[in-house]
Structure formats: C-alpha cells, structure tokens
C-alpha cells in the first residue's frame, strides 16, 4: 500500500485527525497507519473540524449542488444539514468555497461558518454561526471576516477580518495583507495583534499564546509562529524550506498542518514536528483502466492535403479518421502524456 499525499485541511482531536482527501472525508490515528474513509458523496466534502467535545465534525460539502455546512458523528455516520443557504454569487475558486466551515464555538453548540450570503461583492465574507440543532443563523458583529478562534471563554475571538487563503500570492505584502485582529464581544472593542507587513492567518487561541502561521520568516515560506498575548512577543516555531504550512489545527498542545501534502504533528511544550505516514486505502475509481467516448472531448482538428482523412486530438492522443471509409487509428496511444495542437504537413 502507498503512503498518501494531498491530504488537506486536518484538524485534530485527541488521539483523532480528521481531513479532506479526493473530496471526501477521512479520518486517521495521531500515530499514523490507515486511515478510514467516512463519506463517499460524488460531491466535494472540506474543512472538517472536530466540536471541542470531540463527539461532532462539522464540515462543507456539496450534497444538493452547492456548498452547506453539515454535521455527523465524529465516528462517521449519516450527516446532517444545518444550513439552506444558496450561493448570491457565483463565488470564484480564489476566492474559497461559500459557507465554509471556520470553527466551532467553546461550548461545542454552535458552529461558525464563512458566508457571502449579505456581502455587497464577493472579495469578503461575514462570520455567521449556526446552531448544532439547526434553525437560523445568527452574524457575528464584526463587519468582514475570514479564518477564526475563540478564547476558552467565549468572549473574544481572534481572527483574519481579511480572508485571501485560497489566492496563489507569495510573499505579498499590499493592501489585502492580513493581519490577526481580536474582536471583544462584552466591551465591542476589536484591536490589531499583528502588523500587516506579511501574511499573518490561522490563528489558534490557546491559554495566553495565539499561535499562527507566516511568511515573515527567512524562508519565505508560511511557518508556523507563536505569540505571547501579554508580550505580544512573537518566537518562529517551525522552519520549512519547501513548501508552506497550510491549514493547521490544534487540540491541546499538539497541532496538526499539511506540508506538502503530508501531514504533520507539532508538540507545543516539547517544541518539536513530526510527520506522519499515512495509508488511503481508497478505490481509487477515476485511476482504473476504462473506456471514453473521445469524440466528446476533441480540442483539434486538421485536414490532410487530399482531403480524404482528419487528423484531430482528444483525450491527450492524436488520432485519424477518414472522411467516409476507413479505420480510425490511434497515432500516439500516451496515457501518461497529452499531445495537442496536432497540424497536417503539406
């Protein structure tokens, strides 16, 4: 059995790790090994994230044709939907799926989602959250949102008021830079944690650290960094070279992040990574052997000079057919290459 790759968007629970692979969603042991799949739908299922009592996963996924936020058991079972909402816009991919789950509320009852649903544009979104039982959803009272955590209280919330995670920019340091803002609730107060020289977006709460990823570094990559809430001192915790560290979670003091597309643990109190090795036994279906009809997909044509065969490609191959009697032949027969442009000489 392979090991894995293009595991995405993890999060953890205990001894649990949950994450989107092929569309569906999987969950896997903090030791690694095999994971087991726990949705099937053709539609895509993302951003799974365990409740704070690790007995729900909240995700988005595109049962009825676009995406809702649904809820089931942290075992796997039968999800249930808990918003109706249409898409207002036709959302670009750069700009992140619409209703995208964010995070869950300390008292595991409600969960917060990222909506466009009021928005007057699609370049920002608005933090809503609804309940585990259903029924409306209710605005968090901040005017724009994006990636979220709250303090174990309740009372606070630290989050991206810009949300750009899906956008390709590197080392970007222009007006849609993000910064890490905290949003009081009882004192309707909000301040600036981070400048916004970098990027500066997943953030975590936990106790008096605010953990987080950036590209501030060195490396110029997106690392993993601490901040103390007091200090406000800032201390770089992982140091990748390659690939960026994207979309992290955290239970206790561990913290789980895609790298590359594996899967990494990151001990807070031991001050060490490391990654997992993780097995998908899936089906695979779209990598067997199986017949398509080609014609549907042609990208070229060409005539030869008498006129008496075409020269067209489809599906990578080239092929040529006649106009009236004859074989069709395949010139190429590259599953593992794609030819196009094809042109006749003279």
């Known amino acids: ?5 293009l595991m995405r968007f993890p999060d953890i629970h205990g001894d649990k790790i949950a994450f989107s692979y092929g569309g569906d969603i999987w969950l896997a042991s903090t030791s690694g090994g095999v994971a087991r799949r726990i949705t099937s739908h053709p539609g895509l299922e993302l951003f799974p994230k365990f409740s704070p009592d690790g007995k729900w996963i909240a995700f988005s996924a595109q049962y009825d044709g676009n995406f809702n936020v649904y809820l089931m058991s942290s075992d796997g079972g039968d999800p249930k939907q808990l918003t109706f909402l249409p898409d207002p816009v036709a959302v670009p991919e750069r700009m992140g799926p619409n209703n995208q789950v964010i995070t869950w509320t300390p008292d595991s009852k409600s969960i917060v989602f990222l909506s466009r649903r009021n928005t007057f544009n699609d370049w920002f979104g608005r933090l809503f959250k609804v309940s585990v039982e259903g029924g409306l959803e209710e605005q968090l009272p901040v005017d724009k949102g994006g990636l979220t955590s709250f303090s174990a209280d309740g009372t606070k919330i630290v989050y991206n008021r810009i949300f750009r995670n899906f956008r390709t920019w590197k080392r970007y340091t222009g007006g849609m830079s993000q910064a890490i803002w905290m949003y009081d609730f009882k004192n309707v107060s909000s301040e600036a944690l981070t400048p916004n020289d970098h990027a500066y977006t997943y ?14 570094g060195d490396e110029h990559r997106m690392n993993l960094y601490s901040m103390d809430l007091a200090a406000k001192q800032m201390k ?3 140091h990748f070279t390659d690939y960026d560290v994207s979309w992290p979670g955290m239970s206790g003091d561990t913290i789980v992040f895609e790298n590359g597309g594996y899967l990494y643990l990151y001990d807070t109190k031991a001050g060490q990574q490391k990654k997992l090795t993780i097995y998908l036994p899936g089906d695979r279906d779209f990598a067997r052997p199986r017949w398509v009809d080609a014609s549907k997909v042609i990208t070229d044509v060409d005539i030869s000079p008498d006129g008496n065969r075409a020269a067209i490609a489809a599906r990578g191959d080239v092929f040529t057919l006649p106009a009236k009697y004859g074989a069709t032949r395949n010139l190429t027969q590259s599953s593992g290459s794609r030819e196009h442009g094809v042109a006749w000489s003279p």
């Open 1 to 5: 059995m392979e090991e894995g790759r």
């Open 203 to 216: 953030p975590m709460w936990r106790g008096n650290t605010l953990y987080f990823g950036s590209d501030r």
């Open 236 to 238: 770089q915790l992982t």
